[in-house]
């Protein structure tokens, strides 16, 4: 019987923040009445409900209620979200103590600053791709505290650059420096000196961002550590800051491009500097001729443009395309230039093809006659987009592939 | 947010047709996908091949069935009313030619543990030769890149994705493999294995011995070829003349069929035999 007392008070004391003599009395005065000690252990928890101990970040779990905690905030952003058909700013980021770093969504502008060290009381917390999400709502009561806290120092996770997804923290990474460029940049009307370029290693490019001036240059090999991802413009891009390590090593990197598997690309959120291979399956409506504004080179509709009115359009030649390799799907935007290459064809030929049929609908069926089905390697980069991955091809071209070399290959491989 | 496209898959026809089972997932509005054998997880298909025959269906509107053989057999497709373009792209083309097909995934489970799979036409195109053979290429690849999936996948106490990703398969064949390995007691490998080779070889100019039938094969594509005339050759002069070759009554039947099925031959009247 003693025992279970025991483990009973073990348990109130893990959970509120009370003196331990104080929770063995009123344990044992509910006893006492004869009061089950389940019971008894509901009513005292109950009862010191409102002194709920601060927790660990590292102790906060997914779907739970009532959450208190001490903790930094190392990156903020905020985004528009639909909520019930009404548009809403919202803030997410991460935040972290010396036991872990956790994503966080704010339903309300706190004010809240990367570097601020803050007390939260009644936060909630949900579950994102397995992990807990630490949810501040209206409820959700924050105070800025003066002190600053120690951030956790886990090894960082070694990744190659094309393995990188949005939402990634503490990630370890080696690269060449391949461009860089100093900006000013009001954040919460503040005014901060970021740098930002890109990087690369053998796999991959990537944009990066880095919050504090570590005196990187161009062609020079850096270690950096406790970056984190997120996704920019389309695109994953690594970020870091005075949380992170960064050191320059004595290396070279030669970066070969390679083809990268389609899922690869989805899977990253998109990329840089991409080099894909995959069969042309459909094509885009509005794929072919097109007219332009002059002035602000929107798409014109019947003569008109939206922004300038009536205008002498200038006729352009544009596909957008669905390129697929058999593991994942992407659209491809092709410009004039590298439509012409593709089909073989210059645009004043499809013009007059067109005018003699007085149908611009020819030049479309005459692309998809010459693309669909056919595979195709597309250079390029990706471009920001809702329901597809979509890049923007800066070179292409039809692949001729040897198939019956490449059978004997496969068979060669599979012996008897 | 960015919801994935679902890949279109090059899967042969015999390996589709195995399959008996389905993937549903509990999430609303998600798509159902057929889990084949060799743990392909498909919802969306991309297949070449020989236009051998179409069919005019009944009902309302135009629907069309089409049969489209690989190396290793016959795609069912179908053009719906929805498509009424595809149905008329397929009229057009001529009987046989190569076509690619892109569709979804149609499933027809007419009672429990009954399993029809053939395919919903999204687009359909005339083809040629090199896209055919870059396809049935792309297909093999594929297989074989999920013949070596599952047999790492019964090498593991518990095979989970996260392990097949891991070794450096991509994740979709991993998910697949792993239901497959679930949901099919027994995976016949070596038969497809067999029949990957036999679909390589198609594409290859040096033809390995695969089965004792390639050796008549041949024989019997050059009897049709000699002696075919433009509305092709009685089909019991093409066995009349197999025999004297030296090749059982039984086994020309049998070739034939087989011929057919890869879509080398053709029967553009009853009776009668034609190279494609």
Same mark, same amino acid.
């Given at each position: ?27 044992? @005065? ?24 601060? @927790? ?10 009532? =959450? ?7 990156? =903020? ?153 997120? &996704? ?86 544009? =596909? ?14 092709? &410009? ?81 | 947010?960015?919801? $994935? ?50 069919? *005019? $269906? ?52 007419? *009672? ?9 036409? %999204? ?6 030769? %090199? ?5 049935? +290429? ?15 996948? $019964? ?10 990703? %891991? /070794? ?6 991993? *998910? ?18 067999? +029949?990957?080779?036999?679909? +390589? ?18 024989? /019997? ?56």
């Amino acid at each position: 019987m003693n025992d279970e007392i025991e483990e009973a008070v073990e348990e109130i004391i893990s959970i509120v923040n009370v003196e331990r003599e104080k929770i063995e009395d009123d344990l044992k @005065r509910f006893i006492d009445y004869g009061v089950p000690l389940s019971q008894a252990k509901d009513a005292i928890l109950h009862k010191y409900g409102k002194l709920s101990r601060e @927790r660990k970040i590292k102790d906060i779990k997914a779907n739970e209620r009532g =959450i208190n905690t001490v903790g930094k905030i190392i990156f =903020i952003d905020e985004k528009e979200v639909e909520v019930r058909g009404e548009k809403r700013k919202i803030f997410h980021g991460l935040i972290g103590d010396e036991t872990a770093i956790i994503p966080f969504t704010a339903w309300k502008d706190f004010n809240i600053k990367v570097g601020d060290v803050l007390r939260i009381k009644n936060a909630s917390s949900s579950e994102w791709e397995g992990n807990p999400r630490l949810s501040f709502s209206e409820w959700t009561e924050i105070t800025k505290l003066d002190y600053d806290i120690e951030l956790i120092k886990r090894a960082p996770k070694k990744y190659n650059l094309i393995d990188l997804k949005s939402g990634l923290s503490n990630v370890e990474v080696r690269g060449k420096i391949v461009e860089i460029e100093e900006r000013e940049v009001n954040i919460a009307d503040e005014v901060r000196k970021i740098f930002s370029g890109i990087i690369e290693d053998e796999t991959a490019r990537i944009r990066f961002t880095s919050w504090k001036d570590f005196s990187l240059e161009e062609n020079k090999v850096y270690r950096i550590k406790g970056a984190y991802i997120r &996704n920019w413009r389309g695109a994953p891009q690594l970020i870091f800051d005075e949380n992170s390590d960064v050191e320059k090593l004595d290396e070279e990197i030669f970066r070969e491009r390679r083809v990268i598997p389609i899922y690869k690309v989805v899977e990253a959120g998109g990329g840089i500097d991409l080099l894909i291979e995959g069969t042309i399956l459909e094509l885009r409506k509005d794929s072919g001729i097109i007219f332009r504004c002059p002035k602000c080179n929107r798409r014109t509709r019947e003569g008109v443009c939206e922004e300038d009115g009536n205008v002498d359009a200038i006729p352009d030649l544009r =596909i957008r395309a669905l390129v697929d390799d058999g593991t994942g799907a992407v659209d491809v935007i092709f &410009n004039r230039e590298v439509s012409e290459k593709i089909l073989n064809r210059k645009m004043d030929e499809y013009l007059s093809i067109a005018k003699e049929a007085m149908d611009y609908d020819i030049v479309t069926e005459d692309i998809e006659d010459k693309l669909i089905a056919h595979p195709v390697r597309v250079y390029g980069d990706s471009i920001q987009s809702d329901f597809i991955i979509t890049i923007f091809a800066k070179d292409a071209e039809i692949i001729g592939i040897d198939a019956e070399k490449e059978a004997n290959e496969l068979l060669a491989s599979m012996g008897d | 947010m960015i919801k $994935m496209r679902e890949p279109a898959w090059r899967i042969f026809a015999a390996e589709y047709n195995d399959s008996m089972h389905v993937a549903e997932s509990k999430v609303e509005k998600s798509p159902k996908y057929v889990i084949t054998p060799l743990g392909a997880k498909v919802n969306r298909l991309y297949i070449v091949g020989v236009l051998t025959d179409l069919e *005019e $269906m009944g009902g309302e509107g135009i629907r069309r069935k089409a049969r489209i053989s690989d190396p290793t057999g016959s795609h069912i497709v179908y053009a719906e009313t929805f498509k009424p373009e595809v149905a008329g792209i397929l009229a057009d083309i001529q009987i046989p030619s190569y076509v690619a097909i892109v569709g979804k995934a149609r499933i027809y489970e007419p *009672e429990e543990g009954v399993l029809y799979v053939s395919v919903r036409a %999204e687009i359909a195109k005339e083809v040629n030769e %090199e896209i055919r053979k870059y396809w049935i +290429l792309e297909a093999c690849k594929n297989m074989a890149l999920r013949i070596d999936a599952i047999k790492e996948g $019964m090498n593991m106490k518990n095979p989970s994705v996260a392990n097949l990703v %891991e /070794i450096g398969y991509p994740t979709i064949i991993a *998910e697949g493999v792993v239901e497959a390995i679930k949901l099919y007691k027994e995976i016949d490998i070596e038969h497809y294995e067999i +029949l990957l080779k036999e679909a +390589l070889s198609f594409i290859t100019s040096k033809k390995i011995d695969i089965k004792k039938n390639l050796e008549g094969e041949e024989k /019997i594509l050059k009897i049709i070829g000699e002696m075919q005339g433009n509305e092709g050759v009685d089909w019991e002069k093409v066995v009349e003349e197999a025999i004297k070759t030296g090749i059982e009554k039984d086994s020309v039947e049998e070739i034939i069929y087989s011929l057919m099925e890869k879509g080398l031959i053709y029967e553009p009247q009853l009776g009668k035999i034609k190279l494609v």
